[in-house]
Antibody, heavy 122, light 107 residues
């Protein structure tokens, strides 16, 4: 059974940093691209970042480019999102999600974690 | 960046009726379009990918159509568990973007 478990969320001051983790199990982690999607309170879904199975290819939304870094440790089956220079508008539930296929980096997302809440506030 | 626009924002439907949701892309995304369902306090669930292929375990009452810039999600006969918010997302290039969502509520 595929499982994705996010952690690392919490309250952080504007300008601060946070690292989110997503522990994966139930599939060959290194074979699949992984994605971060966020959802501000009461709002819709926003695609944030994605990385290839090897981690060698990464992509970011303009809203986080230069501030967030996605990475993965395939030996630990874990995906990360390093978030720096956080702003109030980064407040959201952050989901990690698995690509449907092992072929493409850009792919629909077939499994999602339950999310971790990041609150940026003084 | 490709902008995805969903309509309507809210759809009021009676159980057993048909629901038709629309999604428009600001430029062609070919058939690289997915639909997701999200219920309150839950993660999204993949319903449709490739514009028209149902994901594993998705009931046949859900169907998708379209290509290029115009897409439709149809729920043929709404069940109580189908009342939720539905999002379209393209995965044709970067950044992948979501529509703003359509809330399907009980009439």
């Amino acid at each position: 059974e595929v499982q994705l478990l996010e952690s690392g969320g919490g309250l952080v001051q504007p300008g601060g940093s946070l690292r989110l983790s997503c522990a994966a199990s139930g599939f060959t982690f290194s074979s699949y691209a992984m994605t971060w999607v966020r959802q501000a309170p009461g709002k819709g879904l926003e695609w944030v970042s994605a990385t290839s199975g090897s981690g060698g290819s990464t992509n970011y939304a303009d809203s986080v480019k230069g501030r967030f870094t996605v990475s993965r440790d395939n030996s630990k089956n874990t995906l990360y999102l390093q978030m720096n220079s956080l702003r109030a508008e980064d407040t959201a539930v952050y989901y990690c999600a698995k690509a449907l296929t092992s072929i493409a980096v850009a792919a629909p997302l077939d499994y999602w974690g339950q999310g971790t809440l990041v609150t940026v506030s003084s | 960046e490709i902008v995805m626009t969903q309509s309507p924002a809210t759809l009021s439907v009676s159980p057993g009726e048909r629901a038709t949701l629309s999604c428009r892309a600001s430029q062609s995304v070919s058939s690289n379009l997915a639909w997701y369902q999200q219920k309150p306090d839950q993660a999204p669930r993949l319903l449709i990918y490739g514009a028209s292929t149902r994901a594993t375990g998705i009931p046949a009452r859900f169907s998708g159509s379209g290509s290029g810039t115009e897409f439709t999600l149809t729920i043929s006969s709404l069940q109580s568990e189908d009342f939720a918010v539905y999002y379209c997302q393209h995965y044709n290039n970067w950044p992948q973007t979501f529509g703003q969502g359509t809330k399907v509520e009980i009439k």
